[in-house]
């Protein structure tokens, strides 16, 4: 059941959804492992709504963590990040590019990922070329609970689904330093 863990959240805020490990500085901190650091909400995404009132959010901030919801509840994701957004509040977006990954494993290229994930693969498969690394892109680690990856985007499919969910002026953007290589980049505004 998605809670708070505080009652001390000023409002508006910046929300971080899926914080895990890595919660970035200045946001109210969202995820659905209650171990994580500097928490203050948890919430099972695409299966509950985020636990804050009505347009709270001047921002909201997902760092590779929509992919690990189903594609079949992603909508329900989008709708509640407008829910919680003020009108003028932005989403930013990053995710794995599905275009990125097929363009790359076709020109029989990788880029460096996750020490573990490669020697995983190269361990189980006796190698970590183009076919393994598409699957650590689309699929992630799977070396612990929540470490997998539901579906992927493309910017075409994100801008029909936020534009579906309310958004306006729906952009890709391409801010350094990447959380992961050929990552996706999106931010898109509530009117």
């Not at 001390?8 to 971080?16: H, R, S, T």
């Not at 890595?22 to 901190?29: A, D, E, F, I």
């Not at 952009?171 to 330093?177: D, E, F, G, V």
Request: charged content about 25%.
């Amino acid at each position: 059941m998605a809670k708070l863990l505080t009652n001390q959240i000023q409002y508006p805020c910046k929300i971080e959804v899926g914080s895990g490990g890595n919660p970035q500085p200045g946001y109210v901190h969202v995820d659905v492992d209650e171990t994580m650091p500097h928490l203050e909400a948890v919430c099972k995404m695409g299966k509950e709504a985020l636990p804050f009132p009505e347009n709270c959010a001047i921002e909201l901030l997902s760092n590779h963590s929509i992919e690990h919801c189903s594609w079949l509840d992603v909508e329900f994701v989008v709708r509640d990040w407008f829910r919680v957004l003020q009108p003028g509040g932005r989403v930013f977006l990053r995710t794995p590019d599905l275009d990125f990954i097929c363009r790359t494993l076709l020109e029989g290229k990788t880029t460096r990922e996750a020490a573990l994930d490669e020697s995983n693969m190269v361990r189980i498969f006796g190698d970590c070329g183009p076919a393994e690394w598409a699957n650590i892109k689309l699929f992630a680690g799977q070396d612990y609970p929540g470490n997998f990856h539901m579906f992927c985007l493309n910017m075409d499919m994100a801008t029909r689904l936020f534009t579906r969910c309310g958004f306006k002026k729906i952009s890709r953007l391409n801010i350094q330093p990447v959380f992961s290589p050929g990552e996706l980049q999106i931010e898109a505004f509530k009117p």
